[in-house]
Structure formats: structure tokens, C-alpha cells
């Protein structure tokens, strides 16, 4: 008789700490500060916490002890709170100036109340220079990456097109390339909340739908790369 083959057990996840972990290792990889900045934010809330025991309540032990614990937990809270931003800054540090770096902001990062897609609604194949679109409240943005003396190009024709379908919507451009006065890849969404709201939500909705035309023919190429599932590369 055959043997019964054994049904193949799935790999386990790993446990949130491990997460952490591995998280805590690659942001150290690219960012050597953070293990000081971690500590920081960890002894200063346990410091905070004591000047507030003294402060609020002197001479008593319990309510010393009781600020100290709260001090600990609001450590641990704001250490991680550093860990994570730093992790993303250092997750897309690594795929600063890949082609379709915009569109993995677009897909993971992009602020809440716009609306955008990780794939370009402009692209050259030649050099891969791309154009990324957002819609929200504070009306059109236009992202361009590549250098801005050839992105802008591609930039300038979304610009007219979009001022003949929606001519009274502000349109706001950013570049993220080599240039020195583009957006790093890490700010791109701090960059979209400074943007000022001009348009009310049924008012940035009926600009997606008017502009759903545009994007009717636009290049299936380059789309955006997972910064989080990017291996680091090994040093020759």
C-alpha cells in the first residue's frame, strides 16, 4: 500500500515582536540614528514624568510611583512611534529614484481625502520619466518624477489637458527626482497635506469622474514597487 504523504504545515507568521525586530534591524541598516532617537524619546517621557510627580504631588511616594509607570508606557509608546516613521523613511530611501518610487507613496502613503493610483497617467518608455496624478480637496496634483528638465515635459502636457476639462481647478505640481529643489521621496506626503483645500468633497469627486477620460490611455508602465518588501542590496 502507498504511504499516506503528510500534509505540508504552512509556515508559521512571524509574532509581532519579531516584526518589530525585523523591522528595528532594517531601519538600523540605513539609519544608525535611530537607536538615539528611540532612547531619547524613552528617557525623556520618563523624565517628563518624574519633573510631573514633583511637581503635582511632592512628597508622595505613590503618586511617584504611579507617574514613573506612566512615564514607561508613554516611553515605549513614543519609541515605537519614532521606529515607525523612521522605518518608512528608510524603507523609501531604498527606492528613491527607482522608476515607480511615486507610485508605491501613491499606494501606501497617500493622504487621506485624495484619490490617485499607483500607476503613471504619463510615462516615458525611454527614459522612464512618469507622471503620477492625485485628486482631492485641495484640488489636482501632479507629481513628476525623473529630472525636472525632462519630466517637466510630460508634466506641462497633464497641466493642459487638465485645464481644458477642469479649467478652474488649481493644479499643484511636485517633483521628485535628482534635482536639489525636488521633494524627497519620504516627504511626498507631507507635501500633500500643505496643499490648501480650495474644494468641497462632492466638488473633488465630480473633478475624478471628469477626469477619468484622461486616464483612459494612459501606460500600463512603471508601477509603483512595495518599499516594504524591497530587499537591501548586499555590499560587493
Do not use: C, H
Amino acid at each position: 500500500m502507498a504511504r499516506k504523504e503528510k500534509p505540508v504545515k504552512a509556515a508559521k507568521e512571524p509574532g509581532r515582536l519579531k516584526q518589530m525586530g525585523q523591522v528595528f534591524q532594517m531601519t538600523r541598516r540605513y539609519d544608525k540614528s535611530v537607536v538615539w532617537w528611540m532612547l531619547l524619546g524613552f528617557v525623556g517621557s520618563i523624565a517628563v514624568a518624574v519633573a510631573a510627580a514633583l511637581i503635582f504631588s511632592p512628597g508622595s511616594i505613590l503618586a511617584l510611583v504611579l507617574w514613573i509607570i506612566a512615564g514607561l508606557l508613554a516611553g515605549v509608546l513614543l519609541a515605537m512611534i519614532i521606529l515607525g516613521r523612521r522605518a518608512e523613511r528608510a524603507a523609501y530611501g531604498q527606492i528613491a529614484g527607482q522608476p515607480g518610487a511615486v507610485g508605491a507613496v501613491f499606494r501606501s502613503s497617500l493622504p487621506r481625502g485624495w484619490q490617485g493610483s499607483e500607476m503613471p497617467i504619463n510615462a516615458n518608455a525611454k527614459t522612464q520619466d512618469a507622471v503620477y496624478r492625485a485628486v482631492g480637496r485641495g484640488g489636482v496634483v501632479l507629481v513628476g518624477e525623473g529630472p525636472r528638465s525632462r519630466a517637466g515635459r510630460l508634466v506641462d502636457d497633464e497641466k493642459r489637458k487638465i485645464n481644458r476639462v477642469v479649467p478652474n481647478v488649481p493644479v499643484t505640481v511636485f517633483f521628485v527626482g535628482p534635482d536639489e529643489d525636488s521633494v524627497p521621496l519620504y516627504k511626498l506626503t507631507k507635501s500633500f497635506r500643505s496643499v490648501k483645500k480650495t474644494l468641497t468633497k462632492p466638488e473633488a469627486l465630480a473633478v475624478v469622474n471628469r477626469l477619468a477620460s484622461l486616464s483612459a490611455g494612459s501606460l500600463p508602465i512603471p508601477k509603483g514597487v512595495d518599499p516594504f518588501k524591497v530587499r537591501p542590496q548586499r555590499a560587493r
